[in-house]
């Protein structure tokens, strides 16, 4: 069969266009965003043209991996729409969903051939003399813009019911906890008492944070851009990345947002962006690029929980990775991370700052218990009663809901028996076991459920807010009927609504983009591929252990650092 | 596509391929069928790749004709969707708009130039390889009608009926006919039920001999059709396919015994374009049986249903204009069928008392439009209203106003003598519509654009057959006990009709953009095919004009059993080029 297709080019060539035709075709009744879909299939049929016109040839070991990744792809965009294919069983629906894999593999399969033959492009751009210049310009008109928006449209900025609760820590009786994470609530805090003493104004107080994190922001986007001109990526590149960090709604919003997410996502991009810089010497003051990279180590590592764990984990794979290269950084990460736990748990205990529960981390495993609950299944007497230990049962069916664990959560799961469950560990670990293994697909469905924002496509769910989350402390909205504030309102709804601008905010699709480059550099042997370890950790963490099935703000640090991941993959300096 | 301000090709490549996502983008939340949107932007992306990787200079006047068509078809697809667009003048609509009628006519534009370019893809010796031409044409009718057979007796015995084919029962059964329903399809049917009452006295029998003539004439035609591609060289694979297509879809299985004008219209069409084009390309060693078939299947036409005779007019004025005096044999045909036409639908009408036909027939497209007005409570001045209020029940008008089918304005808000008031004062009724049209574009546009949408957009949910009897009014009942034939046709329509993929094929819209582009992309390449399938874009711009009802599948079926000969002979040609 392989041989007959291999002499038929043309006939190879037309049947993968009739199954990309399928792919679509079966997906148009999903519940994610077509349009995600659509450009992947319009990108795909460009890649077939021009992989069928070059005739490229892959070594086998690449086109294994190529046909795994491409697998995976479609494999996820028909297990994301289960729902579209069922009953499972049916001669139809095997149909549709064997016509439909072999299309979404066609796609994933030619835009990697693609890329593996086509990149990486030369940037050529002579004369980046500038880099300063540009650096400046970028802050500043990204800077300029983010106030505007909090001085005339949203001023003091918005505080959700999280900002609140850290506003409320910061303005206590100094009784820290670490739900919101401590290092971020220092962070903040400076910024609260300075503007007290300086304005005597709760509201100014805020604005003087938020100001500061627009700065911070600003600088963070500021490096990227101004490391893309170094490298010589074309200037229309370099507006369309530019164009992305200043005007995306989203971004403007969240930098005068009172979130941890913010500022961990901009340490994630000044992170990678050190990192790059230190790896591929660009710049002329290499100590420039070594602060940049240990001031988002350290973000990285305590602006959220999770951090920590997840910079551990990429120090690892790095050491995996580079072995005896590049000593000084890995000593640098070795010491960021030393640091960075002597902070998060000595330091924490000796301030008595409480610890985040650890029922957090079992979102999913909650949800497929609760899953099998809600669909009644059969259960032993010994299950039903260790599970009423810790849930109140009759509630799970009613409250139970695919794609947030919080109800559950919240309203079902008994906090007071925290304790009960670490001290029967072992029994609860058995039991979530021999469930999962009575009741797979409820399993499996009860994840796909839970965490498909992270791996398929795009969802409509909320990106942001423009609401307070709470009153106190004499915080409140005020201005915002201008004309400026009203320019942004018609901008923002001219960059959301549009069914085709919906790309840039389908976390799915930046995912898909990062594990795509990450496996093009990993299979070209470019280093680049380590700039996507740290964020595909977070996603990789996503997928085991979200409590919401597509938070945007979770995924912000993937959003912000794919131009940069993106660019390098795609294009390299000339020599 | 030649766009001087992007002189990169890439950077061309990119750009076009974005609007033709935003297109696609923007019509997600259509009521049609997504499939075909998907269809034509996937092919329109192919041909954009292929286009800026081997360019072709094309004339002013095709170049001109390209952007023309293709602007009517981004204009077809966002205004056929306009409540995605809604409000029209909102700054995100007008992008959203803008961007669409972009990406649309990327769309059209790189397919038709792609056409232009590679068309014809293979020209063949005709009599070299395909010589068995008779044997093929009884191969491919006698296997057809198997088909069609079986399915009538194991699953559809005797007959299926609509409640047209009623009303032509009850004027058999009473002597008393009229136009309405055509008259000789009328006695066709009297005809072929005479032939069953020899056998029996049953009318199950004898509507079970109607069903067996119809499904052995619709046999012939699609093998006519088939052997015919045959003949010009076409690919097997290409036969097999349409073959399948003739024999397998449920829409031809359930045409071909359900008693309506539109199936025998259906073959009558086929069987009159295949004949012409096997004249134009000279197939066939006797040229006097392309000539029969062409003569009769054109009286067919003419007389089936009450728009043929029309139609073919055109059609014959068209040949005219563009064959000459060469073929002065085929125009005399046509001059003769059309007189025998004339005389069959009007004076031997006469002379037989047949009662015409209605004339709000063909004044659904006005209804519809005034309709709207009222049924939105728009200001109407006093004399348009008292004469409004002579020809309909203005309070009904507004209760059963259904924006995509006539019927209820027809049939329930018309005054009993509103129909020879408004014969008798046509006049006054074209002012008032004219005058509301003035007063009211933008209602009048959309009037148009859901009453006839099915028939220039994508396609629609809408049903396409009867598969009954109404056996308490007809007398004729079906008994169909369960057998293995049932069942394998039930699963039959199952997998056909079922799967997304396939919609394409109940696609009213995408038959006609099909033929259009076809009937085009000949002319453009001053290929004589372009004749055959004017008469099918013709059978069409006069659904645009007046059809009663939106998506009405039976009314298109001639485009959909003539499209595959039409774009077979538009991609293959059986001769070198030679001009008009």
């Not at chain 1, 000595?346 to 497929?368: H, I, R, W, Y």
């Not at chain 1, 992270?454 to 990106?463: S, T």
């Not at chain 2, 360019?55 to 023309?68: E, T």
Request: proline share 4%.
């Amino acid at each position: 069969m392989t041989e007959f297709l291999k002499k038929r080019p043309k006939t190879l060539a037309f049947g993968q266009l009739i199954f990309i035709y399928c792919w679509l075709s079966n997906l148009q009744k999903t519940d994610s965003r077509m349009s995600v879909y659509l450009l992947c299939a319009v990108i795909g049929v460009l890649c077939l043209c021009d992989n069928y016109r070059q005739r490229i040839s892959l070594s086998r070991r690449n086109a294994v991996w190529l046909g795994i990744f491409a697998g995976l792809f479609s494999f996820a965009t028909l297990l994301a729409n289960y729902a579209l294919f069922e009953p499972i069983a049916a001669v139809l629906s095997l149909f549709n969903g064997g016509c439909s894999f072999l299309g979404g593999f066609s796609i994933g399969y030619n835009v990697l051939l693609w890329m593996m033959h086509r990149l990486p492009l030369e940037a050529n751009a002579p004369n980046r003399l500038h880099p300063g210049r540009v650096f400046a310009l970028v802050v500043l008109s990204i800077g300029a813009i983010d106030l505007l928006y909090l001085f005339f449209a949203l001023y003091p900025g918005v505080l959700t019911r999280d900002s609140f609760s850290t506003v409320a820590q910061i303005m206590g009786d100094g009784a820290y906890n670490n739900t919101m994470p401590f290092w971020h609530t220092v962070t903040v805090q400076p910024f609260i008492r300075l503007g007290l003493k300086l304005f005597g104004d709760m509201n100014a107080a805020v604005a003087l944070f938020h100001s500061a994190q627009i700065l911070f922001m600003a600088v963070c986007f500021g490096t990227v851009v101004v490391t893309l001109y170094q490298l010589g990526l074309p200037t229309a590149a370099l507006l369309a990345v530019y164009a992305v960090y200043a005007f995306m709604p989203y971004n403007i919003v969240y930098s005068v947002t009172l979130w941890k997410d913010v500022p961990f996502s901009g340490a994630a991009v000044l992170f990678a962006v050190g990192f790059y810089r230190l790896l591929k010497n660009v710049g002329k003051y290499r100590w420039i690029n070594y602060m940049t990279f240990v001031v988002g180590a350290l973000g990285f590592s305590l602006w959220r929980t999770n951090g920590w764990y997840a910079f551990l984990v990429t120090v690892l794979v790095m050491l995996l990775i580079l072995g005896k290269k590049q000593k000084k950084l890995l000593l640098i990460m070795c010491a960021v991370l030393i640091l960075c736990w002597v902070l998060i748990n000595p330091v924490l205990d000796a301030m008595g700052v409480g610890g985040t529960n650890l029922v957090e981390a079992f979102a999913v495993p909650m949800q497929q218990v609760a899953r099998v609950v809600a669909n009644e299944r059969p259960l032993t007497g010994e299950e039903t009663a260790l599970l009423s230990e810790i849930f109140w049962l009759d509630k799970v069916g009613q409250l139970y809901d695919p794609q947030t664990v919080d109800p559950v959560k919240f309203e079902t799961f008994r906090y007071d028996k925290t304790g009960h469950i670490m001290d029967n560990l072992g029994q609860y670990l058995r039991l979530y076991l021999s469930l999962g293994a009575k009741y797979p697909e409820d399993y499996l469905k009860a994840w796909v459920e839970e965490t498909k924002g992270y791996w398929n496509g795009g969802y409509e769910f909320w990106l942001y807010t423009l609401n307070m989350g709470g009153a106190g402390y004499g915080i409140a909205r005020s201005g915002g009927d201008n004309i400026l504030a009203r320019l942004f309102a018609s901008a923002f709804r001219l960059m959301n609504e549009p069914e085709a601008m919906k790309i840039f905010s389908s976390v799915g699709l930046y995912v898909w983009g990062l594990i795509g480059c990450c496996a093009i550099n990993v299979l070209k042997r470019r280093e680049e591929f380590l700039l996507t370890i740290a964020p595909l950790v977070l996603v990789v963490g996503l997928w085991l252990g979200t409590p919401v099935f597509c938070e945007f703000r979770y995924a912000y640090p993937v959003i912000l650092t794919m131009p940069l991941i993106l660019c390098t993959t795609l294009y390299r300096t000339k020599e | 596509m030649k766009i001087s301000v992007l002189k990169d090709r890439k950077l061309r490549i990119g750009v076009q391929a974005l609007f033709i996502y935003t297109w696609l983008a923007n019509l997600v939340g259509t009521d049609s069928f997504l499939t075909v949107y998907l269809l034509c932007a996937l092919t329109g992306v192919l041909c954009l790749w292929d286009n800026e990787n081997s360019r072709m200079d094309l004339a002013l006047w095709v170049r001109m004709l390209i952007w023309l068509l293709s602007g009517l078809f981004a204009l077809a697809t966002v205004v056929a969707n306009y409540p995605l667009f809604e409000p029209v003048t909102a700054l995100i609509s007008l992008f959203n708009g803008g961007c669409a009628l972009l990406g649309g006519f990327f769309v059209a534009a790189n397919i038709l130039i792609c056409a232009i370019r590679r068309l014809p893809l293979k020209e063949r010796q005709l009599t070299k390889e395909r010589k068995y031409a008779v044997p093929a044409f009884f191969l491919f009718s006698g296997a057809i009608a198997a088909v069609f057979l079986l399915y009538l007796f194991t699953t559809g015995y005797p007959v299926y009926l609509a409640h047209d084919s009623i009303v032509s029962l009850d004027q058999i059964r009473e002597g008393v006919y009229s136009n309405h329903h055509p008259y000789w399809y009328t006695r066709f049917i009297e005809l072929c039920m005479d032939l069953g009452y020899l056998f029996s006295s049953d009318v199950n029998v004898a509507a079970a001999v109607y069903s067996g003539v119809q499904c052995v004439i619709m046999a012939v035609c699609f093998g006519y059709c088939l052997v015919t591609l045959y003949q010009a060289g076409v690919p097997r694979w290409c036969i097999a396919v349409v073959f399948a297509l003739f024999a397998f879809l449920p829409y031809n299985l359930t045409y071909s015994i359900t008693m309506w004008k539109d199936t025998l219209f259906g073959g009558c069409s086929l069987a009159v374009v295949t004949a012409l084009y096997r004249i134009l390309k000279q197939i066939g060693k006797c040229r006097w049986l392309n000539f029969a078939v062409f003569a009769l299947s054109g009286v067919g036409f003419c007389v089936v249903r009450n728009n043929g005779f029309p139609v073919f007019l055109v059609w014959t004025a068209f040949l005219l204009i563009f064959l000459g005096r060469k073929h002065w044999k085929l125009l005399l045909i046509c001059l003769l069928v059309l007189i025998l036409g004339w005389f069959l639908t009007g004076p031997a009408l006469d002379m037989l008392d047949v009662e015409s036909t209605e004339m709000v027939e063909i004044l659904a497209v006005p209804f519809q439009q005034i309709a709207r007005v009222i049924a939105e409570d728009l200001p109407i001045g006093e004399e348009d209203m008292a004469f409004l209020k002579k020809v309909f029940w203005i309070d009904r008008v507004k209760e059963l106003y259904t924006p995509y089918i006539v019927d209820p304005i027809k049939f329930e808000a018309m005054r009993p003598d509103g129909e020879v008031f408004l014969k008798q004062n046509m006049g006054a009724f074209i002012r008032t519509w004219a005058r509301l049209g003035l007063q009211y574009p933008g209602e009048y546009v959309k009037a148009w654009v859901e009453e006839t949408k099915g028939y220039w957009n994508g396609g629609y949910y809408y049903w396409i057959y009867i598969r009954g009897t109404y056996p308490d009014i007809s007398g004729i009942g079906g008994f169909h006990p369960d057998n293995l034939g049932k069942d394998l046709f039930d699963a039959l329509f199952r997998y056909t009709e079922k799967p997304v993929i396939l919609e394409p094929l109940y696609s009213i819209g995408l038959q006609v953009w099909a033929i259009i582009s076809c009937c085009f992309v000949c002319f453009a390449q001053k290929r004589k095919e372009f004749l055959i399938a004017i008469p099918m874009v013709v059978l069409t711009a006069v659904l645009w004009v007046m059809t009663p009802v939106y998506a009405e599948f039976r009314y298109a079926y001639p485009m959909f059993v003539t499209c595959p000969l039409i774009l077979l002979t538009t991609v293959f040609s059986g001769s070198a080029r030679d001009d008009c």
